[in-house]
């Protein structure tokens, strides 16, 4: 049985696979023990090729999947997981990149602790080539153990982010993404907004890696990079079907701050995007989050989450919360373009 299995979404990433592949299988912790899962979201490039060319080479560790209608990263996740048969899963990002002691450093604390999570620190990399970190490679903190054995440890936790802000840069335990449903929703982008608080909320114990082991590429063609795509307005399902979840598994009652001023974080966050992903950002918009943001949460100044954002996120909410005209949100277009260095 493998130890680990490594999941990979793959959508037209036929430029970057082969370097992620070469790096899970020079893992110092020995590709006999890993289970590969790629799933091709029906790529229209030579990424099926690619992939096929490594199942050849390693028949007994790869399982290759290719769907024929593309449904996201999300969906793509999600079938991997039903697919995967390790007790350990990692998400990879078909364009990222690992160290080639990734999983070993991973995998140690999860065989001497009882864990849900193991996580480490990420590095965006802009690099071509498959380069790995030299002596520098960096640290986030300590290594430590964390068990969360009440409300406010997990507001701590979620709070400090301390297990990172996506599913990338873990080992995860296979049970407990099953058993809570902690899935990703399908056929939407900005999909890892809605799973990485549910991580959040059933993980019990973790450990967390201090060193930087995953490498974060800076791909201008990402999903988020790209301007004018009607994907965007994804960011706002993905956030109406987030806040009916926790209304469904009764986390609104329990985790009612933390879980307000995620969502604050978000309205913020959609504004941002709305600003820089947008030529001409659209004010209808920005009005259906701002009435949409003051519906769930009709005051966001107690909020203490809110109070940590960064002045930008905090002038943002200030102007959700505000009658802002279209005229005013040109002025705020324009004055936000300036501060990201995009006038």
């Not at 999600?78 to 078909?94: E, I, K, R, S, Y």
């Not at 058993?179 to 982008?189: G, I, M, Q, R, T």
Request: proline letters at 5%; glycine letters at 6%; charged letters at 25%.
């Amino acid at each position: 049985m493998p130890k680990i299995s490594v999941i990979i979404p793959c959508y037209n990433v036929g430029p970057f696979i082969d370097r992620c592949l070469s790096s899970v299988m020079a893992q110092s912790i020995g590709v006999e023990g890993l289970e590969i899962i790629c799933v091709d979201d029906a790529s229209t490039d030579n990424t099926w090729d690619c992939l096929r060319a490594w199942e050849g080479r390693y028949p007994d560790n790869m399982i290759l999947i290719q769907r024929k209608v593309n449904h996201r990263q999300g969906a793509a996740r999600n079938l991997g997981l039903q697919h995967a048969t390790a007790p350990w899963v990692a998400f990879v990002d078909a364009d990222d990149w690992l160290e080639p002691d990734y999983l070993e450093r991973l995998y140690a604390p999860a065989t001497q602790f009882p864990c849900d999570v193991v996580s480490c620190g990420l590095r965006l990399d802009k690099s071509d080539s498959l380069a790995y970190f030299d002596q520098g490679r960096g640290r986030q903190g300590e290594d430590q153990y964390i068990v969360v054995d009440s409300k406010n440890m997990t507001q701590e936790l979620f709070e400090r982010k301390l297990l990172g802000s996506g599913p990338v840069a873990k080992l995860l335990r296979r049970g407990l993404l099953v058993d809570s449903h902690v899935l990703f929703p399908e056929c939407l982008a900005y999909e890892d907004h809605y799973w990485i608080p549910l991580l959040y909320i059933y993980t019990r114990r973790a450990y967390v890696v201090g060193e930087n082991l995953y490498h974060y590429y800076m791909n201008p063609a990402s999903t988020i990079h790209l301007k004018n795509e009607d994907y965007h307005m994804d960011w706002v399902t993905v956030q109406l079907m987030k806040w009916a979840d926790y209304g469904k598994r009764g986390l609104w009652e329990e985790y009612r701050e933390m879980l307000e001023g995620d969502a604050l974080y978000d309205a913020a966050g959609f504004v941002k995007t709305l600003i820089l992903r947008y030529d001409k950002p659209p004010y209808s918009f920005f009005q259906l989050e701002s009435e949409l943001i003051r519906q769930q949460v009709p005051d966001y100044r107690p909020n203490r989450y809110a109070s940590t954002f960064a002045e930008i996120a905090r002038l943002f909410l200030e102007a959700l919360y505000s009658s802002v005209n279209r005229e005013d949100f040109k002025r705020i277009v324009d004055e936000v373009r300036k501060y990201y260095g995009q006038a």
